[in-house]
T-cell receptor, first 111, second 112 residues
Framework: QKEVEQDPGPLSVPEGAIVSLNCTYSNSAFQYFMWYRQYSRKGPELLMYTYSSGNKEDGRFTAQVDKSSKYISLFIRDSQPSDSATYLCAMSGSNTGKLIFGQGTTLQVKP | GAGVSQSPSNKVTEKGKDVELRCDPISGHTALYWYRQSLGQGLEFLIYFQGNSAPDKSGLPSDRFSAERTGGSVSTLTIQRTQQEDSAVYLC??????????FGSGTRLTVV
């Protein structure tokens, strides 16, 4: 079993839809939780990060962490075609910089 | 520079040859990471350098893989006697904190 599980999709939605992306994990030592966005033939870029449990909002993006369930989510409101990309969850413990990534979910937002 | 720079961007090599991949991190970033991304897969951790500490090599898949970081800046990932299963995108990242990596665009390695 992988430390971090993420449904690879692909996920296809119409423009304006609310998108929900999720990851589950098994290591209770994880403290930092991140979402990265990766466009084709580019490196991943940091989208959101959250420390420990809770919610964080940035514009159309909301990240949620539920440590009791070992479950994290990224919500995208009013999705746009420019949001079409692969979204990777990532996490690490408090005493290491090494990030463990999910497999990535490919999202397509159709105009 | 403004971002993490990797070279070459693409590399085609014959099976059995050695290859060197280069990473120029963001100036001042103390941590540097190498990851590998195979088609349709997530990022697989390879190695991590933090300041002057001994690197975390726990992700290197075999002794054909090695990496060094000179002067706390530029890093080189070397793959000896390349195999077809080594074909992947090799990504380098640097950071100041234990989160918030900045990635380069990667080196796409194809072993034929």
């Amino acid at each position: 079993q992988k430390e971090v599980e993420q449904d690879p999709g692909p996920l296809s939605v119409p423009e304006g839809a609310i998108v929900s992306l999720n990851c589950t994990y098994s290591n209770s030592a994880f403290q930092y939780f991140m979402w990265y966005r990766q466009y084709s033939r580019k490196g991943p870029e940091l989208l959101m990060y959250t420390y420990s449990s809770g919610n964080k909002e940035d514009g159309r993006f909301t990240a949620q962490v539920d440590k009791s369930s070992k479950y994290i989510s990224l919500f995208i409101r009013d999705s746009q075609p420019s949001d079409s990309a692969t979204y990777l969850c990532a996490m690490s413990g408090s005493n290491t910089g090494k990030l463990i990534f999910g497999q990535g979910t490919t999202l397509q937002v159709k105009p | 520079g403004a971002g993490v720079s990797q070279s070459p961007s693409n590399k085609v090599t014959e099976k059995g040859k050695d290859v060197e991949l280069r990473c120029d991190p963001i100036s001042g970033h103390t941590a540097l990471y190498w990851y590998r991304q195979s088609l349709g897969q997530g990022l697989e951790f390879l190695i991590y350098f933090q300041g002057n500490s001994a690197p975390d090599k726990s992700g290197l898949p075999s002794d054909r893989f090695s990496a060094e970081r000179t002067g706390g800046s530029v890093s080189t990932l070397t793959i000896q006697r390349t195999q077809q299963e080594d074909s992947a995108v090799y990504l380098c990242a640097s950071s100041l904190r234990s989160y918030g990596y900045t990635f380069g665009s990667g080196t796409r390695l194809t072993v034929v």
